[in-house]
């Protein structure tokens, strides 16, 4: 077992790769980073799906079966994901149970079309929850104002929920009041409070936003203050009265995850994320080049304050730099969620193309 990614765990943070294909299933890769490594989990999301679905041929055969019984569109890339995600979920089986539920998961999200429509989200991640019919398995939706509702229904309705998108402190807090009160409304209904969730903040694409906007020496800075302001706010709320008379009853906290980890830019390290946001009761969900570079050369230092360290300073050299984090947050979470729509949007198109391709070829 690698002895850097061993650290991160002893340090008390999950490790999750944020990535899934048929291939790295059926060649024993990501049984290999959960043995070599300690993953401990899986991400998934509609660009990830995409690309996955679009290179090779491991889909195709029961694509084209699926197409002849009538599926097609999202309905027939669902029944793909799932099986997916389904093989993964029982290899990450052992670490769920081992946990008590708190890790060992995958997560699958719901349609990015349905980014504004609360009540259909609510629906599809019922849908999706009964569909993929394992434990083991979070729905993604985003902390968005309309998704921000659907959390909360959602917890209550005992889904547990992997809420993406989030960039902000302010974000998270919104959905960790939803997570609160879906807890809470279970408990005074007599329901069993344990419906785990994870809330992931966003933390390189910050720094992709400012590059052309900060000097040097601010630069790759911003995404790791904004991470460390939001890591205080959870410290704050696992300690409050509010949270403690729920875990009493039993509930586990909602987890903090740490998302977009991976360096974008070159002259950066390549470990920069994973090493300045080690901090216990969260997880860090990667891809797997970051996941190697850091299982090769990564360094586990001293936790994450939990004081927020120099956050505010760094967020206010760049607010002095013409920056509008709060807006930028607000821009932020619009344009991931366009960023999935446009993938989605190439994802059904592709199945679409591929499907007509596979009739041609079975037809000839």
Known sequence: MNGNTRRLHELGQSLWIDNISRDMLADGT?????????????????????????????????????????????????????????????????????????????????SPLLIDDTRKTIEMAAKLRAQTARPNVFIKIPGTPAGVPAIEESIFAGVPINVTLLFSRE????????????????????????????????????????????????????????????????????????????????????????????????????????????????????????????????RVGAPMATDGGDAEAVIAAVAGQGVDVDALATQLQKEGGAAFSKSWAALIDGLRDKTTQLAGAHAA
């Open 30 to 110: 990501l049984a290999r980073y959960i043995d070599e490594y300690s993953v401990t989990g899986l991400t998934s999301n509609p660009t990830i799906f995409e690309k996955a679905i679009g290179a090779g041929s491991s889909y195709d055969a029961q694509i084209a079966e699926l197409a002849r019984g009538g599926r097609a569109g999202e309905e027939l890339f669902f029944v793909l994901a799932v099986d997916d995600l389904a093989r993964a979920a029982d290899l990450f089986r052992p670490v769920h149970d081992r946990t008590g539920g708190v890790d060992g998961w995958v997560s699958l999200e719901v």
């Open 171 to 298: 974000q998270y807090l919104a959905v960790a009041e939803a997570y609160l009160r879906g807890i809470e409304r279970r408990l005074a209904k007599g329901l069993d409070p344990r419906v785990e969730s994870v809330a992931s903040i966003f933390v390189s694409r910050w720094d992709t936003a400012v590059k052309d906007k900060v000097p040097s020496d601010l630069q790759n800075k911003l995404g790791i203050a904004m991470g460390r302001r939001a890591y205080q706010a959870y410290r704050e709320l696992l300690a409050s009265p509010r949270m403690q008379k729920l875990v009493a009853a039993g509930a586990h906290p909602q987890r903090l995850l740490w998302a977009s980890t991976g360096t974008k830019d070159p002259a950066a390290s390549d470990t920069l994320y994973v090493e300045a946001l080690a901090a216990p009761d969260t997880v860090d969900t990667m891809p797997d080049k970051t996941l190697l570079a850091f299982a090769d050369h990564g």
